[in-house]
């Protein structure tokens, strides 16, 4: 008697084992937080120049929107588009120009039609101090001046291609980098006498690097677009997204951080 209740005891054992891994009883379909509720998943593929903007953004939205749960993947613009279309589960989309976001429009990849919310343009960074002694564009490309560019895939790199053109002055870079935010950090680092990124980028390094704005930069403005991409889950909460970043609230966030308006 004792060993078949032991046996008992021990497939009951099992069986609640097996029915709490499972969650028995449970008709929910999607993660859940320590109280039970079901908790959205909103994916945001940005440029890496609207790390420091879409990072206090994506925060205010998650407050206004309880359960959800903002995932944020920056990188050079290109690199984003290229990971959407080959599948990448992106909701939402915002490009540093507008030829990367018109490749996945062209490849009816987006829902509806992007948004432009924001410009930017090109400023010269330097490390503190200016070692180089670097105060014009022209300067970049004299003997001996370490400077990083961006790649011209990337929205930074095809504006300094712009600028190069215009101006007859072409550069010799030591290194073409996939985003802004390496060719920055290059420069911070000391790897490099002068890099080109946005302004935007030079505001947010503080006393990291310094700027030195160029007129020839008023060739080679970026627009920046954003959209709602097709395979997203939750289209309305994307949506939302999109307006709070084209709002009120979204436009002041970007002027703080030095954006132009579109």
Not at 29 to 46: D, K, R, W
Not at 97 to 109: E, I, R, S, Y
Not at 187 to 215: M, Q, R
């Amino acid at each position: 008697m004792r060993q078949a209740f032991g046996k008992a005891a021990a497939l009951l054992a099992a069986f609640g084992l097996a029915c709490s891994l499972a969650a028995c009883g449970s008709s929910g379909g999607g993660a859940t937080s320590g109280s039970g509720a079901t908790e959205e998943t909103l994916t945001v593929y940005a440029a890496a120049s609207l790390k420091k903007t879409f990072t206090g953004l994506a925060k205010a939205f998650e407050r206004s929107h309880p359960g959800t749960k903002v995932v944020l993947n920056f990188a050079g613009s290109s690199d984003l588009a290229t990971q959407i279309s080959q599948g990448a589960p992106a909701d939402v989309f915002a490009s540093a120009d507008t030829k990367n976001m018109d490749k996945l429009a062209d490849a009816g990849l987006l829902d509806g039609e992007p948004a432009d919310f924001a410009t930017n343009v090109l400023e010269i960074a330097v490390p503190p101090g200016n070692p180089a002694s670097i105060s014009a564009f022209a300067d970049l490309a004299k003997p001996g001046v370490k400077v990083v560019v961006c790649a011209p895939q990337v929205p930074c790199g095809a504006a300094t291609e712009k600028v190069e053109k215009g101006t007859g002055v072409g550069l010799k870079p030591v290194s073409e980098e996939s985003s802004v935010t390496d060719v920055l950090g290059k420069v911070i680092s000391g790897e490099a006498d002068a890099g080109l990124v946005y302004a935007t980028d030079v505001l947010s390094a503080g006393n990291k690097a310094k700027g030195i704005p160029f007129p020839e930069a008023a060739q080679a403005v970026n627009t920046y677009p954003i959209a709602t991409v097709g395979v997203a889950k939750n289209k309305e909460l994307a949506k939302a997204f999109v307006e709070l970043v084209t709002g009120a609230e979204g436009r002041e966030a970007l002027a703080d951080s030095g954006f132009g308006a579109p």
